[in-house]
Structures are given as structure tokens and as C-alpha cells.
């Protein structure tokens, strides 16, 4: 079983929707979340960091982390264009590993 | 300030050949991981460096993969011979020491191994 289970995706949305990404993951004891976006022919650039359970809000970005559900989120409100990119949900036991990514287009 | 740089950014090679990647990480990063990223799947850590030594190579494959850091500061990772499979984009990453869920990436070496 993989330690980070990311939706696949592909997701195409219009410009001004709300995109909602999600990963599961296999080990309860895990305490830290990340999101990773990642641009084309580029590297990973980290997004949003959270601790243990809750929500973190950073502009139109909200990640959530449910951890009886062992199920994280990242919402993003008012998508642009300029939001096209994968997103790469990570969780870090000593060492992040991370899930397969999830392709978005933002449609103009 | 100046991001994790990465050399060469495209590569191609033929099997059974050897290739060389090269990574300068931020100033004053400790930590230095390569990852392997494979089309559609995440980054795999491959090594991860604390100054000199190595933390974790435990998927490295140590038969033909090599990784050095010397100084503390910049890093080579080599592949000899190289497989069909080891096509993918090789990037590297620095952390600051203690934080190491903050991960700076440089923008990868894209290798295709015919």
C-alpha cells in the first residue's frame, strides 16, 4: 500500500470555479501535510504546510486535514488561469513522499 | 535569493552509457535531497544529505546510481551504465536543517535513456 493516495485527475475547470484536490494516506502517525505545485518543466514550488488536524486558509488557498479520516484536502476558490499547474499533496514521516499528482487546467 | 540551480537541464543518452547531474543548492541549506520523478508519478527521494553524510539512500539503487557532496555544498549524481527505465526528470532539493517539510526544488534534469 502506498504511503499517499492522490485523485489522478485529470481536471479541466473554468476561470473563477472552485477547484477541490484531495490525497488520502495510509499511516495515522503522520503529523505533517504539504501541497506542492508544480508548473510545467519546472520543480515543485510548497504551497500550503499544515499541522496535525484543521483547516489553514492562505488567500484563495484552503488545505484541510482530517485526521480520523486520514484525508487531506486543498481547496482553491476564485481558480485564474494562471493556477493550470499539477498539485502534489506530500506528508512527511522522516522523509516527505509524495502522491502521483493532480494535472489542473484553468479555463479562461 | 538565488533558487537551487541544476545542470545539465536536458539530457539524452543511450543505454548501457553514464551521465553526470549537478546541483548547487541555496545558500546556508544544509539538507540536500535528489528526487526521481518518473511521467505521472510524484518525486521518489533517492538520497538525502545532512552537510557531508548521507541520511538516506535507502532507494538508491546502489548498482549503477552514485551520489557525492562534497564540501556541504554542491552534489553530483551519477548513473553508470544507464537503463531504458531511468528516463525521468531528476531534481534536486534543499532544506534548511530542522525543516526539512520545506523543500526548495530546482527545476530538474529531463534524461531519456534509448
Known amino acids: 500500500q502506498k504511503e499517499v493516495e492522490q485523485d489522478p485527475g485529470p481536471l479541466s475547470v473554468p476561470e473563477g470555479a472552485i477547484v477541490s484536490l484531495n490525497c488520502t494516506y495510509s499511516?495515522?502517525?503522520?503529523?505533517?501535510f504539504m501541497w506542492y505545485r508544480q508548473y510545467s518543466r519546472k520543480g515543485p514550488e510548497l504551497l500550503m504546510y499544515?499541522?496535525?488536524?484543521g483547516n489553514k486558509e492562505d488567500g484563495r488557498f484552503t488545505a484541510q486535514v482530517d485526521k480520523s479520516s486520514k484525508y487531506i484536502s486543498l481547496f482553491i476558490r476564485d481558480s485564474q488561469p494562471s493556477d493550470s499547474a499539477t498539485y502534489l499533496c506530500?506528508?512527511?514521516?522522516?522523509?516527505?513522499?509524495f502522491g502521483a499528482g493532480t494535472t489542473v487546467t484553468v479555463r479562461a | 535569493e538565488a533558487g537551487v540551480a541544476q545542470s545539465p537541464r536536458y539530457k539524452i543518452i543511450e543505454k548501457r552509457q553514464s551521465v553526470a547531474f549537478w546541483c548547487n543548492p541555496i545558500?546556508?541549506?544544509?539538507?540536500l535531497y535528489w528526487y526521481q520523478q518518473i511521467l505521472g508519478q510524484g518525486p521518489k527521494l533517492l538520497i538525502q544529505f545532512q552537510n557531508n553524510g548521507v541520511v538516506d539512500d535507502s532507494q538508491l539503487p546502489k548498482d549503477r546510481f552514485s551520489a557525492e557532496r562534497l564540501k556541504g555544498v554542491d552534489s553530483t549524481l551519477k548513473i553508470q551504465p544507464a537503463k531504458l527505465e531511468d528516463s525521468a526528470v531528476y531534481l534536486c532539493?534543499?532544506?534548511?536543517?530542522?525543516?526539512?517539510?520545506?523543500?526548495?526544488f530546482g527545476s530538474g534534469t529531463q534524461l531519456s535513456v534509448l
Open positions: 499544515t499541522y496535525s488536524s
Open positions: 545558500s546556508g541549506h544544509a539538507t
Open positions: 532539493a534543499s532544506s534548511l536543517a530542522g525543516e526539512e517539510e520545506k523543500l526548495f
Open positions: 506530500a506528508i512527511d514521516d522522516y522523509k516527505l513522499s
Open positions: 499511516n495515522s502517525a503522520f503529523q505533517y
